[in-house]
């Protein structure tokens, strides 16, 4: 078969990520921009990802959306879930990977893979902002930085100042409170990552945790709630390097198997 380009968009609440694979088995490109559903980002990801693959969109057999914007992508050809396209890319990312666990924007998800990579369970919670991106961007404002600089800020905390509210707009108040009290930041910054950490925890928890355990989504980029998370799961985790553009790129290994069932 000659090669065959397919295009994942994974159109998220905050973020807009493109990947394009050739035949299955190799990235050509991937673009992030930095604005979610409903606004240009799944569009511009789309046009930067064709740019810095030098191709055009008829170049592309496929172009597969999944995220929580997957109905309203611009230009796509038929959608996939978020589940099935998490465990897709984690697998590919990490093919051993039995235990991944997406921290996005707005929700929080945590999968078994089987040895094969087929998902067999998972649990969620999209219905509370707390132990997601979302809490992490509110405290990040709160502080006035970004939500960029809370790992650096984290290692080098010394101690740390426990949250105690488990809900986002009680947990901000408490952080304002703590602010008054001229607390140290790094500090605090940990106690906001410790938080994430527990509410994952006990997500995966009730999962069951079996190694390896692999970190997707934004969240995973910061090295703080990482390292959080594998001390309250008592295990290392494992972050791929495209970690944010995992979802996109099971997206994208989906169109190349719809493809494939084709001819
Ligand atoms: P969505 O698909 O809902 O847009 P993502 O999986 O793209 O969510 O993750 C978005 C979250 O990732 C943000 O809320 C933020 O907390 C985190 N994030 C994004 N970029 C970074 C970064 N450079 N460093 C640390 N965290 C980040």
Same mark, same amino acid.
């Given at each position: 078969m000659d090669d065959v380009l397919t295009l994942g968009m994974d159109v998220g609440s905050t973020t807009s990520k493109c990947l394009i694979l050739r035949s299955g088995a190799e990235i050509a490109a991937a673009a992030l921009i930095p604005a979610g559903t409903g606004t240009s980002g799944p569009r511009r990801a789309l046009e930067e990802a064709l740019d810095k693959a030098g !191709?055009?969109? &008829?170049?592309?057999?496929v172009v597969t959306a999944t995220g929580y914007g997957r109905a309203t992508c611009? *230009?796509?050809d038929h959608t996939a879930s978020e589940l099935s396209c998490h465990a897709l890319g984690a697998h590919f990312l990490?093919? &051993?990977?039995r235990t991944v666990v997406d921290i996005g924007g707005q929700d929080a998800k945590a999968l078994r893979l089987n040895p094969?990579?087929? !998902?067999v369970s998972f649990l969620m919670n999209d219905?509370?902002?707390? *132990? $997601? *991106?979302r809490f992490l961007e509110v405290m990040a404002r709160v502080l006035e930085?970004?939500?960029?600089d809370l790992a650096e800020m984290d290692a080098q905390a010394t101690g740390v100042v426990p949250i105690?509210? $488990?809900c986002t707009v009680f947990a901000e108040s408490e952080v304002i409170s703590q602010l008054a009290k001229g607390v140290s930041l790094p500090e605090l910054v940990k106690g906001i990552h410790m938080s994430v950490a527990v509410r994952t925890a006990s997500l995966v928890r009730r999962l069951g945790v079996t190694a390896p355990v692999v970190m997707t989504g934004g969240?995973?980029?910061n090295a703080g709630v990482v390292r959080a998370l594998e001390k309250e799961l008592d295990t290392p985790i494992r972050v791929p390097p495209l970690a944010q553009l995992a979802g996109a790129l099971g997206a994208a290994i989906y169109g190349w198997e719809h493809v494939r069932e084709k001819r």
């Open positions: !191709l055009k969109r &008829e170049d592309v057999a611009p *230009g796509a990490i093919p &051993e990977a094969e990579g087929k !998902l219905k509370c902002a707390a *132990g $997601t *991106g930085k970004e939500v960029s105690s509210s $488990t969240v995973a980029r």
